[in-house]
């Protein structure tokens, strides 16, 4: 059954909310796992579903944790009109929560910019 809007407040820190409920993003360089090197995997803040693996972990210098590729067939790809600009939303295929962008530039071809909050860091594989 789908979670209401009232349960993901519950649920939800304001931060995760905004992000993953309301496609904000946090302020670049703030994000608790953006430097974080351990090896494991990262998941869903919202529903707990495996995204990304350490391993596609790289930093990209934006501020946002970066990824070059996502995990299995875990998140969805949107075209985002919004500020102007053409962009692609990254998705929780699962929960439909917001996650960040994918934007195609080097050196990895692909980066997913990921906002920490939407994120839980599993350690360990
Ligand atoms: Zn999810």
Known sequence: MPIS??????KLTPEQYSILRKKGTEPP??????YNKDKGTYMCTGCGAELFSSEAKY???????SFWKAEGNSIELKEDRSHDMVRTEVLCKRCGGHL???FSDKPAGKRFCINSAALKFRKGK
Do not use: M
């Open 5 to 10: 809007d009232e349960e993901w407040q519950k």
């Open 29 to 34: 360089f703030t994000g608790k796992l953006l």
């Open 59 to 65: 930093d990209s210098g934006s501020g946002w944790p």
């Open 100 to 102: 960040g962008h994918l």
